[in-house]
């Protein structure tokens, strides 16, 4: 299988092996690490740098990058991109990979084989997703391990010291990020560090940490209360100081954000609104799937209104007259921007009803229309139209988040994570599934 684009074909990573002569791949980063140096020891007294990264380019197949050379070569590459930008390579050198060497120290991937990249030979660029293949962006959401194979923050709390320093998997809601913490170490390095909290329905607070500025980064765009967070291969330690259990970020770790293969209990709208109701006013929010199809999508009339520029430290929406965040407010203004997001309200309709005013924003929103915000600003009012018949009464599969909200329309805060169009099979299949439990009732 390979991928095409007007300019050049891509080989899939399931393809590659090292007779292959100047590869070119694409990817989705969902994972990288650091810059480090070493010693050189063909140069006494120099060092050598190196980065490495995680690509993804299907559902089933992803595969670690490894990149050394000077340090204005390695630094550069590295601040070139971040984890969840798409990149192409052109002639990397595909070698078999060690495997209890290289998984000792990197995320296990399912590949024979890792990339090297060369300052001499290989060429790494940063593209929009978009430009190459949509459904790379859709692989940002799904876990590399079993979804269902993960820890509760309750059992790792219960276990206590007998997970000393074991690597597990963990999926669990973000309470609140931390402001990152900058220190020198006694060997005169820089260092940083960033505590996040997690709850589940098993515990309320759970701290994980991280100690390198790529998972740091990561963690600045999650959205307390809303972003919900798959951590593969997190080690977790018992902590003296605070008698408690810890999660620790390692450079095996992929973190993937809002998964949606962790979601599998399906709804009508009436379910859910009866399901939400029943939480006795618990802030624990409902995740789900409901076959059905947006009814109402205002993205055509007035383009303020489904516009919003967001805060790059914390994402969330700043005033529209201050343009300020009043979120992270304490943070100097100096280091902050804002940048263009969608925030469009839609209505869901299935054959129980309608759910009102679900918010469909950021990523999510650019994934269901096929488009960046910037691509949207270019359409005529007509073509924004089109756009929107494209979506509007089709069948989609939409995964969710739902909260209480007292102060919202329905009492119901509803998230989109996902939204694109559902098998037929599979949509028939849970609706007929549905009718038989009516009946049975």
């Given at each position: ?335 902050k921007s804002t940048f263009v997001s969608f ?22 929103a650019e994934e269901t229309l096929g488009c ?70």
């Amino acid at each position: 299988m390979a991928y095409s684009s007007s300019t050049r074909d891509f080989v899939a990573l399931s393809d590659l092996h090292p007779n292959l002569a100047r590869p070119n791949v694409i990817g989705v980063v969902i994972g990288k690490t650091d810059v480090r140096g070493f010693p050189d020891r063909k140069n006494i007294g120099s060092e050598r740098y190196t980065f490495s990264f995680t690509i993804r380019d299907s559902p089933t197949y992803f595969i670690n990058v490894n990149s050394w050379g000077r340090e204005e070569y390695i630094r550069s590459l590295s601040e070139s991109f971040r984890v969840g930008d798409c990149v192409t390579i052109e002639n990397p050198l595909v070698q078999s990979k060690d495997g209890e060497k290289e998984e000792k120290f990197n995320p296990i991937t399912p590949s024979c084989y890792k990339l090297l990249i060369s300052e001499n030979h290989s060429v790494v660029k940063t593209s929009s997703c978009y430009e190459m293949d949509t459904k790379l962006l859709s692989l940002l959401h799904l876990p590399v391990k079993d979804p269902q194979d993960y820890y509760s923050l309750g059992d790792i709390t219960a276990n206590g010291q007998s997970l000393d320093g074991r690597i597990l998997n963990v999926l669990a809601a973000v309470m609140s990020v931390g402001e990152p913490k900058y220190f020198i170490t006694s060997d005169k390095r820089k260092g940083q560090r960033c505590e996040v909290k997690l709850y589940d329905e098993t515990e309320m607070s759970f701290p994980i940490i991280c100690w390198d500025n790529e998972s740091i980064q990561l963690a600045q765009s999650w959205i307390p209360r809303e972003t919900v967070i798959f951590a593969s291969d997190v080690r977790v330690n018992f902590d003296k100081f605070r008698n408690c259990m810890t999660a620790t970020v390692i450079s095996k770790t992929i973190i993937t954000t809002n998964p949606v293969e962790t979601i599998v209990d399906v709804y009508t709208v009436k379910q859910l609104k009866e399901k939400a109701l029943q939480s006795d006013g618990k802030p624990e929010p409902v995740f789900g799937i409901i076959y059905g199809y947006i009814s109402m999508l205002d993205i055509d009339d007035n383009v303020s209104k489904v516009i919003r520029n967001r805060c790059s430290v914390c994402r969330f929406v700043v005033n529209e007259m201050s343009n300020t965040c009043t979120f992270c407010g304490d943070i100097s203004s100096d280091s902050k921007s804002t940048f263009v997001s969608f925030d469009i309200l839609v209505d869901l309709t299935d054959h129980t009803g309608t759910l009102y005013s679900c918010y469909l924003s950021d990523c999510i929103a650019e994934e269901t229309l096929g488009c960046t915000v910037q691509e949207f600003l270019t359409l005529a009012e007509d073509k924004r139209t089109a756009l929107k018949w494209q979506l509007l009464l089709e069948r989609s599969k939409i995964y969710f988040k739902i909260t209480l909200s007292p102060n919202w329309r329905s009492g119901l805060k509803a998230n989109i994570l996902s939204c694109k169009l559902a098998n037929p099979i599979e949509a028939s299949q849970s609706l007929l599934g549905k009718k038989l439990q009516h009946v049975a009732w």
